[in-house]
C-alpha cells in the first residue's frame, strides 16, 4: 500500500462529473496532523505535466477548511472524466509535497461499483486440490468479491459451496457454475451463473453418475442421450452456414452449449484458445479465429490459467486485433485454478475480472460483463498488465492503487475467519457476524455515485 494511505485518508475517493462533491481529508496519527500552514492543489493529471507548462492551466490552488476534527475539506465540481491529484505542500516538512487522487466517472458509471472476482476455477471434486468451501474462502482472503466453483463436468460442487455459505454471514458472492467438456468437442467452455447444468443434460455425465442435484430450478430442460444431443447437433450444423476448413459438429456444439447457458440464465465463456496441450494449443487457429468473429459466446477468457506469454499473451493481442477490426466482445480474467493456495502455486492469483456492476449479485454481474463493463487483469507480475478498454482500464489502474488495499485489508480478515468457520471453528462464525457490513460501508464511504 502506497505510504500515502497510510498516512491520510481521502473520501469520497471515486464521484460522478458535474456533482458538487465535499471532499473530506483525514490525518491518520499526529506526526501528520495539519498545522492550517499547508497549501492544497488539484491536478487534472490528464493534461499533462504541471511543473514544465503552466500555461495548461491544468491546476488550480484550493480554498479548503481546517475542521475543529483536524480534517480538511473542499467541495468541488469535477469538469472531466479520469483521476484528479490532491497535491499538499507542506512547508517546513521533511517531505514537502504529497499527492493523494481522487477519480471522476462519467454519468453512464452513475451506481456501477467495483467488484473483483474469478469466473473460472476448481475444486477437488475435479482436478483441484481443495474443497469447494475452502477454495471460495482462500479467495476472499486474497481480496475477491465473488467467485465461482466451476469444475469440470460437475455443476453440483458450486451448489455444495452455496449451500454451505448461505447461513454464514459474509459479503463474499457465491456463484453456481461448472466448465462443460460434451462428447466429440474439446472447446472449454465455462457456465458462470447458470441455473441448470450443461453438463447435466446428458444422461452419461459425471455429473449426473455422482449428484441427482444438477439445477437450482424446479423444471430443467430433460436429460438427452448422446445420441440425442448429437442429432440436435448435427441438426443445428446444418442451419449455420459453417464454411470449409471449419470443424463443423465442434463449431455447432459449441454453438449448442451457449444457446443452452443462455436459456439457463447464465454467462458462457469461451475459455483459453491459446492454452497449449500436449505442446499444441487446444484449438485450432481457424475455429478460434471462426468462433471469436461470429461471437456465439458472452465472453472471452482474455486472461487466466497459466504464466506462459503464449497463452495470456496471444489472447490479449487477438483481443486488440479484432477491435481494430471492429469485432467487439466482453472480456474476463479468471485463474483457472487448481490449487487455491497462493503460497504453493505461482498460477493461484495469475488473473482476475474488475466488473463494474450495480451489485455484487450473480445477475447484476452478468449484466455488467455483456454490456463490457470489464476489465482483466493479469497479475503473473508484480507491475500489473490490464486489458480492456482504456478508459475502464485507466479507471481500474486508479483502483489498484488507491481502493483495492483498503478493501483488500477487510478481506483478508473475513476470508481468515470464513475457512475457519467451515473448517470446525465454532466461534468463526461469532466474529464473522461481528464484523458483517464493513464492505457495504467500505463502498458507501469511498464510492459517491
Not at 104 to 130: I, N, T, V
Not at 314 to 333: C, M, N, S, V
Amino acid at each position: 500500500m502506497k505510504t500515502e494511505l497510510h498516512n491520510y485518508d481521502i473520501y469520497p475517493k471515486v464521484v460522478l462529473l458535474g456533482d458538487a462533491v465535499t471532499i473530506t481529508i483525514r490525518p491518520l496519527g499526529d506526526h501528520v496532523a495539519f498545522t492550517g500552514e499547508e497549501e492544497f492543489i488539484l491536478i487534472s493529471i490528464a493534461h499533462g505535466a504541471v511543473s514544465a507548462y503552466p500555461e495548461r492551466g491544468n491546476y488550480r490552488k484550493l480554498a479548503v477548511s481546517l475542521g475543529d476534527d483536524g480534517c480538511v475539506r473542499f467541495t468541488h465540481v469535477f469538469p472531466e472524466e479520469g483521476e484528479y491529484l490532491i497535491r499538499m505542500l507542506l512547508p517546513g516538512r521533511r517531505n514537502r509535497r504529497i499527492d493523494l487522487s481522487v477519480y471522476a466517472l462519467a454519468e453512464d458509471m452513475r451506481g456501477r461499483y467495483p467488484f473483483r472476482g474469478d469466473l473460472h476455477m476448481h475444486s477437488c471434486y475435479s482436478d483441484g486440490q481443495q474443497s469447494p468451501a475452502v477454495v471460495v474462502a482462500n479467495y476472499r482472503r486474497y481480496g475477491y468479491d465473488f467467485t465461482v466453483i466451476s469444475d469440470h463436468e460437475r455443476y453440483y460442487p458450486s451448489l455444495e459451496a452455496q449451500d454451505i455459505y448461505r447461513d454464514i454471514p459474509t459479503e463474499m458472492t457465491v456463484v453456481a457454475g461448472e466448465e462443460i467438456h460434451l462428447p466429440d468437442n474439446d472447446v472449454h467452455i465455462v457456465n458462470f451463473g447458470g441455473q441448470y447444468s450443461i453438463n447435466g443434460l446428458l444422461d452419461s455425465s459425471a455429473q449426473n453418475r455422482e449428484s441427482n442435484r444438477r439445477a437450482v430450478i424446479a423444471d430443467p430442460p430433460p436429460l438427452l442421450s448422446e445420441d440425442e444431443y448429437r442429432r440436435q447437433v448435427n441438426e443445428l450444423a446444418r442451419t449455420l452456414n459453417i464454411p470449409e476448413g471449419i470443424e463443423a459438429f465442434t463449431y455447432a456444439s459449441c454453438v449448442w452449449i451457449f444457446d443452452h447457458i443462455r436459456q439457463a440464465g447464465g454467462l458462457g465463456i469461451f475459455a483459453h484458445p491459446y492454452w497449449k496441450s500436449d505442446g499444441s494449443y487446444q484449438v485450432p487457429e481457424s475455429l478460434t479465429a471462426y468462433i471469436l468473429e461470429t461471437r456465439p459466446f458472452d465472453a472471452f477468457e482474455v486472461l487466466g490459467g497459466e504464466l506462459y506469454q503464449q497463452q495470456n499473451g496471444f489472447q490479449a493481442i487477438r483481443y486488440y486485433e479484432d477491435r481494430a477490426r471492429g469485432i467487439h466482445y466482453p472480456i474476463i480474467g479468471a485463474t483457472d485454478s487448481h490449487n487455491s493456495i497462493a503460497e504453493d502455486n505461482p498460477g493461484a492469483l495469475v488473473a482476475s475480472t474488475f466488473v463494474f456492476a450495480t451489485a455484487n449479485e450473480t445477475d447484476a454481474l452478468i449484466a455488467a460483463i455483456r454490456d463490457e463493463y470489464s476489465v482483466a487483469v493479469d497479475t503473473i507480475s508484480r507491475e500489473y498488465r490490464l486489458v480492456g478498454d482504456l478508459r475502464l482500464v485507466k479507471y481500474t489502474r486508479f483502483l489498484l492503487d488507491d481502493f483495492t488495499p483498503l478493501h483488500d485489508e477487510l478481506c483478508y480478515e473475513e476470508g481468515r475467519l470464513m475457512k475457519a468457520c467451515v473448517t470446525g471453528d465454532a466461534a468463526a462464525r461469532g466474529q464473522l457476524a461481528q464484523i458483517h457490513g464493513r464492505m457495504k460501508a467500505l463502498y458507501a464511504k469511498y464510492f459517491q455515485l
